[in-house]
């Protein structure tokens, strides 16, 4: 019934393969092409350079505005025109090359808090290597501690290399769900469930009719789109592809069985594709997709423990990314396989109710 109807099979496929381009790129926390505005007072060799260390950057690359005056700064950030001012004063060179301290000032709009702290740390990561690469060819030497970071699994901190492994499993429950919760509903709307009441049909041999198909399209799909994510978008995947299609197996499993609930308490489509939004938001919101669990409230963070979703994003980011051995995968899989037993056995008692 699903793969019969050409509408169907374009809502299966096509949709998640374009949420899966367009959210890698759209829902991203990197930080580029940000608009700010520079107050240059000294014009002075050292300020210049400064100022084109950060014209240099992707971060503020052609967003940058010059102002004339500090009565710029306040409308320049009341009017939302950049997110941060760098303000350098008159003395700034003179004072570098007296050996004196020299200040600058930098002046952000605390509206939109996540991103000015993520555009204060590149800005004084510029700050400080301008500092730096001063004190080494000038006469003052400086012996300090040298810091070296090293990002392991994302060197070059890419956020849609975290991105797209979120998004195989969040874009497959989706898929999953929404093909087992429309498959009853859009039955009793077309009047062909009654004909299957009727049917030689044991209640079990239709609960498995309307679950397998779910799984294997949310399979399907999830396998598709790592393809496409390690293929076409250049994110490495470093496991193990089997070990990685066992666990969508059984995280589609568990979604299949809460998915078969919503249809059987649904009696159109519309309330089953309510019932699908009405799952799919909190399980998203308190995976640790959006939020690090750590950060959530005490008394919420057990609930999280019931979501599968929670598990499958360290599964398909432990494993794209970082290789993750077979012994960490089963200690976040084996929840999985509880909740897809208890989901299934669950929905198929209360379906086996709903035909009597």
Known sequence: MVLRDKKVRISILVPPIMQLVIFTFAATLDVKNV????????????????????????????????????????????HQKGIMVLSIDEQFSRNLNAGKKAEIQLIFDGRKTNTAQIVSGYASDIIHRFNNDYLEKSKYKVHNVSLVSRVWFNPNTYYFWYNIPCLVAI??????????????????????????????????????GKVVPGILIGLFEGLFMLLIGSTVL??????????????????????????LFISALSATQQQAMLGTFVFMLPSVLISGFATPIENMPTWLQP????IP????????????????????????????????????????????????
């Not at 470093?238 to 499993?253: D, M, N, R, W």
């Not at 979703?309 to 396989?337: C, D, E, H, Q």
């Open 303 to 306: 609930v999280t423990y019931l």
């Open 35 to 78: 608009p700010i505005g520079i107050l240059n007072r000294d014009n002075g060799e050292q300020s210049i350079e400064l100022v084109q260390r950060f014209y240099g950057t992707k971060t503020f690359n052609n967003k940058i505005y010059f102002l004339k005056s500090v009565d710029e700064i306040a409308p320049f950030i009341d």
């Open 234 to 259: 250049q994110v490495p995947f470093t496991g193990s592809v089997v070990l990685y299609a066992l666990s969508l197996f059984v995280f589609v499993s568990a979604i299949s069985g809460v998915g």
């Open 171 to 208: 874009l497959s429950m989706l898929t999953c769900l929404v093909v087992t919760t429309q498959s009853i509903a859009r039955e009793r709307e077309l009047g062909t469930f009654d004909q299957l009441l009727v049917s030689p049909l044991l209640p079990f041999e239709i609960l498995i």
């Open 309 to 356: 979703l929670r598990y499958m994003l360290i599964i398909s980011k432990g494993v794209f990314l970082k290789a993750m051995p077979a012994r960490i995968v089963l200690t976040n899989l084996w929840p999985l396989v509880l909740i897809s037993v208890v989901n299934l056995l669950g929905a198929g008692i209360f379906f086996r109710r709903r035909l009597q």
